[in-house]
C-alpha cells in the first residue's frame, strides 16, 4: 500500500513466514532459546540445500522468513522433521510434499557458504515487550527514538573493524505481540514499570555478522552463528535486517561466543 519512492528500496523476492512450534530433533537436554534451539533442526538443513533466509527473533518466539520460490525445497527438506501446517482462513490445514512439488527436483546440497567477519560492541542491550493497552503512553517516545533520536547510518568504509558501540533499535508488532531491543542507555527513557522483560533483567550483547552490506541471495549466514551456539547451547536472539544480521547473546557468555565464532572462522581456512 506504501506508494514508490526513490527513497526506499525493495527486495525483489515475496517472502513467507515460518513458525516452528517444536524444537524437531534438538536434544532433550538443549536449554538454549532463541534461534539456536532450532538451529539442527532448521537453520543447517535450509543451508545445506541452499535456502536462503531472515531470521526474526521477537520476545515471545521466533519466526523464519523463506523466499515464496523456494516453498517447495523447504517443505521438502523439513517434511522428515516436521508436520507442517499452512493457515487458511484461520485454520491450520496439513501440507504434503505433493501439494507444492510440481515437477520440484530435489537439490543438491550446496557449497560451503562464505564465513562472514563478526563484530561485537560494547553496547548493552535489554530484550523487551509492552501491554498492547500501554502501547499509547509510550508512543511519542517510540517516535522520537525510531526517528529523530539516531545517529547517521554506520560507513564501514571509514570505521574500525571492531565497533565501540552501535544504535541499534527494533520493534515489531505481530498478531497483537509487541517485541522491542533497545540498549540499556535507552531504556532509561522509557517508563519502567510500561516495560516487560524477564524475571532476570538480563542484559544482551551483540554480534553483528558482515563487514559490508550482506545482501539476500546468500545462504548459510544464520547458520554460521547459529550451529556453533548450539553445539555449545548458549542462547541468541536474531535478528536479520536489509543490511545486517545481528545475534544478541547474554551478557555474561559474549567472551565465549567470540571465541567459538573465532575458531569456526579460523578452522574453515
Known amino acids: ?24 530433533r534438538e536434544p532433550p537436554g538443549c536449554q538454549a532459546t532463541g534461534v539456536t534451539k532450532i538451529a539442527r533442526s532448521v537453520i543447517a538443513p535450509l543451508a545445506e540445500h541452499h535456502v536462503s533466509v531472515l531470521m526474526l527473533s521477537t520476545y515471545q518466539t521466533d519466526f523464519i522468513l523463506v523466499r515464496e520460490r523456494d516453498l517447495p525445497v523447504v517443505i521438502d527438506t523439513l ?134 552490506p550482506l545482501g539476500f541471495d546468500e545462504c548459510g549466514i544464520v547458520a554460521q552463528i547459529a550451529e556453533p551456539l548450539a553445539a555449545a547451547d548458549i542462547s541468541a536472539y536474531y535478528i536479520s535486517t536489509f543490511n545486517f544480521d545481528h545475534a544478541l547473546v547474554p551478557e555474561e557468555g559474549i567472551a565465549e561466543v567470540i571465541q567459538l565464532l573465532q575458531q569456526r572462522q579460523e578452522s574453515s581456512r
Open 79 to 212: 517434511a522428515g522433521e516436521f508436520d507442517i501446517y499452512k493457515e487458511e482462513s484461520g485454520e491450520c490445514v496439513p501440507v504434503t510434499c505433493d501439494d507444492v512439488s510440481n515437477g520440484f527436483l530435489k537439490p543438491k546440497p550446496a557449497a560451503s557458504p562464505t564465513l562472514h567477519p563478526v563484530q561485537s560492541p560494547q553496547t548493552r542491550f535489554c530484550v523487551l515487550t509492552v501491554a498492547p493497552d500501554t502501547l499509547p503512553a509510550i508512543a511519542t517516545m517510540l517516535i522520537d527514538v525510531l526517528f529523530y533520536s539516531h545517529s547517521p547510518p554506520w560507513d564501514a568504509a571509514t570505521s574500525s573493524q571492531d565497533l565501540d558501540s552501535i544504535t541499534f533499535f527494533s520493534f515489531s508488532l505481530i498478531e497483537g505481540y509487541i517485541s522491542i531491543v533497545m540498549d540499556a542507555e535507552t531504556q532509561k527513557r522509557f517508563p519502567s514499570d510500561l516495560l516487560l522483560t524477564s524475571s532476570t533483567g538480563e542484559l544482551w550483547r551483540m554480534v553483528r555478522i558482515g563487514g559490508q
Open 1 to 24: 500500500e506504501l506508494p514508490p519512492s526513490e527513497f526506499m528500496q525493495v527486495a525483489d523476492s515475496t517472502w513467507l513466514v515460518l513458525s516452528v512450534v517444536s524444537n524437531g
